[in-house]
């Protein structure tokens, strides 16, 4: 008999587990994803390039890019384009140049 109320206990803390995040929920991790990139962004105006791609929970990253200008006054305020990687468990923004990005989209 304990056996089985046992079993029963684990199966419904793993059901109360398995639910999928709501669109609230999606919604303000996505905003959360966005504000970090922006703050730890070097470039001007940075806004994100498309949606944010979201990786497997294993990797713990998701990836957005961002496109704005190089504030440096010898760059004249030209067009740039970052790579953003935000850590899901840590909530940090790691940022590098990906100006190769569009080099490449134009050459297709």
């Known amino acids: 008999m304990k056996a089985a109320t046992l079993t029963f206990l684990c199966l419904i803390a793993l ?37 944010a791609a979201q990786f497997d929970d294993r990797v713990g990253y998701t990836a957005l890019l961002l496109q704005g200008q190089y504030p440096q006054k010898h760059m004249k305020g030209a067009q740039g384009t970052e790579l953003c990687l935000y850590n899901k468990q ?4 790691y940022v590098t140049e990906w100006d190769s990005i569009r080099a490449a989209a134009k050459a297709q």
């Open 90 to 93: 840590s909530k940090t923004a």
């Open 15 to 51: 059901a109360t587990q398995a639910h999928a995040s709501s669109p609230d929920a999606w919604a303000a991790y996505d905003k959360a994803v966005l504000a970090s990139c922006t703050k730890a962004s070097g470039l001007k105006n940075a806004k994100p390039v498309g949606n």
